[in-house]
Structures are given as C-alpha cells and as structure tokens.
C-alpha cells in the first residue's frame, strides 16, 4: 500500500503518527555514514512529516523503502538480534484521500 498525507502509522518503536508530507525519491546518505566519513548515496527512500494523530507536534522520519517500509539502516538500542525498524500503516480514524496518478 502506497503510503499518503492523512495516513496513521507507527513504528515498531514509536507512534501513532499521521502523515502530514511525503518526500519520495530521496537518495541522501545515512546521517550514520556521514558521521563516519563515508560517502555513499542510498537507495530510493522517503521522508515523512508527522505529527501526533490529533494534530499536535511535528515529527520526521526517514531512509524508509515505501515498497517494503522497511529502514534502510539496522536498529541501534543495544538489540540482542539486529533487524530493520519499519512502518506500521494503521486503521484510519477518518477518510483519506489518495493521488490518482
């Protein structure tokens, strides 16, 4: 499923969210590489824009691959077993309206 403005999420580590923008077609670097000195650019991804599902807040994610909504980078938090962090697409609590093209 296509993610769009309007949508709840969450992650397997935070949330709910609601999509306020979609930034598609990123390939900037990992802030991690960056920090390491490593220069190399990534994969297609997405960056959302969110706030609090009642509108509060403001919220960024990104490096998401929106065909798996998968991270593009392992989990940090001193994990036993290292997997990709990933988005939740959740039940709407109100209509939302999708692009036709």
Known sequence: MKLEPGMLIKT???GPY????IKRGCRCQLHS???K???QNQPSHIHLTMTRPDGTGRFWMG???EGTLLSL???YCNKTEL???R???MLQDQPVQGTLF
């Open 12 to 14: 397997n580590f935070s």
């Open 18 to 21: 609601r999509i306020k923008a």
């Open 33 to 35: 590489n960056r920090m």
């Open 37 to 39: 000195g490593i220069d």
């Open 63 to 65: 490096h998401f691959d």
């Open 73 to 75: 980078q392992k989990t």
């Open 83 to 85: 997997g990709y962090d």
């Open 87 to 89: 988005i939740i697409i």
